[in-house]
């Protein structure tokens, strides 16, 4: 079953552009993870927060986490037209097991 | 460089038929997933393993079964395939402890006919 939910569920935004995505969960976590997929392809691993940290960056990456909220946002500054993919959040609970949201469409047009 | 290897990318198979799907990690990684994916769904978690000869159901087990009798690999069973089982499968690994990412196969696409 979804843990997580991303909003918006599709994006368009021109190259340069930040983007910004957002996931709502509904239990406590351990910490969240954020995947992309490109389009018929596996997932692959971007960013992980705990759930005593609030902000962590990679590269053209910015995770927060609010526990309170039980929210993260996913920004990916400067986007190119290759950050074109779908976006998934996953959150890690006491069970240590990942569960997936239904992820947001991004296109970046060039 | 770390791989997870599933067996095709695309199938095609007739209803009925018993499909298998082959995963293999490198990783020595003691868990294993399979999912599927459909458009407006999300992923959806088939069953996973956390041991050789072990398994567990996830959300949608139904008309699915699973074999692990080596680490490195984890077979997906379709016994009788249905078109509503065309989809996209995902493989994936992880090792035990929450703080691990998973590591995803590049999918196989199952069309049944």
């Known amino acids: 079953s979804q843990q997580g939910e991303e909003d918006p569920q599709a994006l368009s935004i021109q190259e340069g552009e930040n983007a910004t995505m957002n996931c709502s969960y509904k239990t406590s976590i351990n910490n969240l993870q954020w995947y992309r997929q490109n389009s018929g392809r596996g997932l692959v691993h971007l960013i992980l927060i705990r759930s005593n940290e609030r902000e962590k960056h990679s590269g053209r990456l910015r995770v927060t986490l609010d526990t309170s909220k039980k929210s993260s946002s996913l920004l990916i500054t400067a986007s190119r037209a290759a950050d074109t993919a779908s976006y998934f959040c996953a959150t890690v609970n006491a069970g240590n097991m990942l569960t997936f949201g239904g992820g947001t469409r991004l296109m970046v047009k060039p | 460089d770390v791989k997870v290897t599933q067996s095709s990318r695309y199938l095609v198979k007739r209803t009925g038929e018993k499909v298998f799907l082959e995963c293999v990690q490198d990783m020595d990684h003691e868990n294993m997933f399979w999912y599927r994916q459909d458009p407006g769904l999300g992923l959806r978690l088939i069953y996973f393993s956390y041991d050789v000869k072990m398994k567990e159901k996830g959300d949608i087990p139904e008309g699915y079964s699973v074999s692990r009798e080596k680490k490195e690999r984890f077979s997906l069973i379709l016994e009788s395939a249905s078109t509503n089982q065309t989809s996209m499968y995902l493989c994936?690994?992880?090792?035990?402890?929450?703080?691990?990412?998973?590591?995803f196969g590049p999918g196989t696409r199952l069309t049944v006919t």
């Open positions: 994936a690994s992880r090792s035990t402890g929450a703080y691990y990412e998973q590591y």
